[in-house]
């Protein structure tokens, strides 16, 4: 089992930044893919980026490309989410998620990941 702390959410104005850590327990974090995920009142929860295992691939959603990046460091057992240029519609929370099936991959669909964080709130207002 793998647990997930999600951390540096918080209220932002729109075009500023915020950097999302989620930090994994145990020692085979390089074996899974991660993912980050978020959900707003009333909606679905949604894909936001995914990275494989090793970090050499990386996936992002449309609404997000060009403004946010997701990388891992091993060494830390901990990915992030950089998010530039924020706007309103991306006020929700946050969760981080991992999958240990398919390290090599990046994966989509919110079904397929294994372990979940709490989440943390990202606020986008003036």
């Known amino acids: 089992q793998v647990q997930l702390v999600e951390s540096g959410g918080g209220l932002v104005q729109p075009g500023g930044s915020l950097r999302l850590s989620c930090a994994a327990s145990?020692?085979?974090?390089?074996?899974?893919?991660m993912g980050w995920f978020r959900q707003a009142p009333g909606k679905e929860r949604e894909f936001v980026a995914s990275?494989?295992?090793?970090?050499?691939?990386?996936a992002h959603a449309d609404s997000v490309k060009g403004r946010f990046t997701i990388s891992r460091d091993n060494a830390k057992n901990t990915v992030y989410l950089q998010m530039n240029s924020l706007k309103p519609e991306d006020t929700a929370v946050y969760y981080c998620a991992a999958d240990h099936r398919f390290p090599d991959s990046v994966i989509v669909g919110r079904t397929s990941y294994d372990y979940w964080g709490q989440g943390t709130q990202v606020t986008v207002s003036s």
């Open positions: 990275i494989s295992g090793s970090g050499s691939r990386s």
């Open positions: 145990g020692r085979t974090f390089s074996r899974y893919t």
